[in-house]
């Protein structure tokens, strides 16, 4: 009988690495459950132990992870939504959304705090967010991603796509510059106009109680968006709960359900 | 060159880019791209339309009054907007052709190929993940380097500026502010919009497209997205933002916005019209009989449209769907159409309203 000959070991058993001595420490085992993912098992492992990565199935379809397929418009736009919370928080360190203070806070923030360009990324980020939700949306209704069973979720999205406005909407006043007020005139002038709510809404005049009009610039759908008759302090307030409140909660939890659904509707779409 | 910029090119985009020419010659276009998305679609063929119009951009930011707007800090996304779509029209239009095409030989689409093969989480989809993350953090960075976010003076409430406009990405609802009143462009049409966007899978019985680009398999549904979303949305927007100077009047991508610039109102209602014009007499006191013609013209469109729509462009649809699904669809068409409509109206006939009481707030 012949003995077989040892296959030489690839690596020199020296002394384990620097980390490779980490990975085995107790704090890093305690961490991570799994070995170093380059296995089937310790890879599939990496995304089922992890909560953040858990959002995905262990394998996926390879046609539906193609860029050319995805455009990874809808996971660009989360990511911008977090790059907003992050810089949106750090905003919140140095801005009072009072009528007195917050322009100079916002010039401030360009002038003499280091890391200045906080304004900037939040700024860009939201115009780019606007972007990607609607080149997103276009991208699901040219696959028809929408179709059975993935109606609901798409309705979802519809709502993640009014929120994004809103988000941005509501932002747009905080600087409290002549851009902010009069572009949040403008668009809060719409809501004056609401049939039966607004004062100047269609029908809004035959609402009267002992000939007194119900609906009048004090007490309509405006006044209780603005706080007040026109764009002011009280406006400005609501407007900073809203946008760093109000609108983001309800966007997370809706963000959840959307993904979610991706994958309790069968992941991202493919042909049958 | 100079000579061939100032006199050619400069009035022929100036002509092209009034809205009443811009918003049928952009329609024109779109109808002929999903006609001959093939051929379009082609990369040597989509490239060089796409070369032009990025030549065009170039060429017209030696004009510093169209490098000046083009330039505004706030408008940087739309054009970014423009060439992305662009670029993701062509993208998908593509796919759907090279789909269509194997569709037509008997075989499965690109997405079907692939469909047996299936791939680990980790690595493939979080590295492509990690790799967007990093190109678009890198892009978003130089953005915030190189172009400052903008802050104007302090606010005032009694410093009008000329012209007042909405954030970006309402401007074309602010557009349509021109053709309508208020209730009409900014609280109806958004709700529609919103409405109609959601009822969208739900009036889609189409089984077919389902996960993989097409347009042979559903031409009806994409064109009414396409003009909802490119024309309605996009096209609105830029003109909007780009067109629009003082006074909200329009003005040419090479014109300064002066803001002594006056135009003539002289738009008339349908009443005034019908009662003054056609039966020479004064307009009658009572509402309801001086808005009669404009009221039985817009319920004739709201009934009878339906009914035209199911015997002509519809009929295929109309015996697909049944009778909710199929109203919904037409009411919420009828709608868009309104507003070409109205627009054709005001271009050609200088229309104020069709219907015009103001008692009620309700004019259309």
């Known amino acids: ?272 | 060159m100079n000579t061939l910029f100032e006199y050619i090119l400069k009035p022929v985009m100036t002509f092209v880019a009034k809205p009443h020419i811009l918003l049928p010659a952009s329609s024109v276009a779109l109808v002929l791209t999903l006609k001959y998305y093939r051929t379009v679609t082609k990369p040597k063929i989509a490239a060089t339309i796409g070369l032009v119009l990025a030549g065009l951009l170039v060429v017209s930011c030696f004009d510093p009054n169209f490098k000046k707007n083009i330039l505004k800090p706030d408008n940087v996304p739309i054009v970014l907007l423009l060439f992305g779509l662009l670029f993701f029209l062509w993208l998908s239009l593509r796919r759907a052709a090279i789909n269509d095409e194997a569709a037509e030989r008997g075989e499965p689409p690109l997405e079907a190929r692939m469909k047996r093969e299936s791939v680990l989480v980790w690595p493939d989809l979080v590295m492509i993940e990690l790799i967007c993350l990093v190109l678009v953090s890198a892009v978003l960075v130089f953005w915030a380097i190189f172009i400052r976010a903008p802050l104007e003076e302090p606010a005032s409430a009694a410093l009008t500026p000329n012209p007042s406009k909405a954030p970006w990405y309402f401007l074309g609802l602010q557009e349509m502010l021109v053709y309508f009143d208020p209730w009409y462009a900014g609280v109806l049409l958004p709700t529609l919009i919103i409405v109609g966007l959601m009822a969208i899978p739900y009036v889609d019985t189409n089984p077919k497209g389902s996960g993989y680009y097409t347009l042979k398999e559903r031409k009806f549904a994409i064109t009414v997205y396409l003009f909802g979303f490119i024309i309605f949305w996009v096209v609105l927007i830029t003109i909007g933002t780009f067109l629009r100077g003082a006074n909200w009047n329009f003005f040419g991508p090479y014109d300064k916005w002066d803001p002594h610039f006056q135009q003539p109102l002289k738009n008339i209602n349908i009443s005034e019209i019908f009662w003054v014009k056609m039966l020479k007499q004064g307009m009658p006191s009572e509402w309801y009989i001086r808005e009669l013609p404009g009221l039985l013209m817009a319920g004739a469109f709201m009934l009878l449209g339906p009914l035209i729509l199911a015997k002509t462009v519809l009929k295929d649809l109309f015996r697909k769907l049944d009778i909710v699904r199929f109203s919904v669809v037409a009411v919420l068409m009828l709608f868009m159409i309104s507003m070409p409509i109205k627009m054709l109206g005001r271009w050609l006939i200088n229309l104020k309203y069709v219907i015009y009481i103001p008692e009620y707030f309700i004019n259309i």
Not at chain 1, 65 to 89: H, K, P, Y
């Open chain 1, 1 to 272: 009988m012949a003995t077989v000959p040892q296959t030489p070991p690839t690596k020199e058993p020296g002394k384990p690495g620097l980390l490779a001595k980490v990975r085995d420490t107790q704090v890093w085992k305690s961490i991570f459950r799994h070995g170093y993912p380059d296995t089937q098992r310790n890879r599939a492992l990496a995304v089922l132990s992890n909560v953040f990565l858990h959002l995905h199935p262990v394998r996926v379809r390879k046609s539906g992870i193609a860029l050319s397929f995805t455009w990874c418009m809808g996971g660009v736009t989360f990511f911008l939504f977090l790059v907003e919370a992050v810089t949106g928080i750090l905003l919140m360190f140095y801005y009072r959304p009072v009528a007195y203070s917050a322009y100079n806070d916002i010039q401030e923030l360009r002038e003499t705090i280091p890391l200045g360009l906080m304004r900037e990324l939040h700024r860009w980020g939201a115009h780019a967010m606007v972007l990607t939700v609607w080149l997103h949306m276009f991208r699901v209704f040219m696959t028809g991603s929408y179709k059975p069973p993935r109606e609901f979720n798409w309705v979802v999205g519809v709502v993640l796509l009014l929120l994004t406005l809103l988000l941005s909407f509501t932002g747009y006043l905080l600087p409290w510059d002549q851009l902010a007020i009069w572009a949040i005139t403008v668009g809060s002038n719409m809501a004056r106009a609401t049939p039966l709510m607004g004062h100047e809404g269609p029908g809004a005049s035959l609402l009267t109680l002992d000939g007194e009009h119900l609906v009048t610039a004090g007490s309509d759908v405006r006044f209780a968006l603005l706080g007040g008759r026109f764009v002011g302090e009280n406006a400005l307030l609501r407007f900073y709960v809203l946008h760093c409140v109000f609108i983001p909660v309800i966007a997370v939890m809706l963000m959840a359900v959307h993904f979610w659904r991706v994958r309790k509707d069968g992941g991202i779409s493919g042909p049958l």
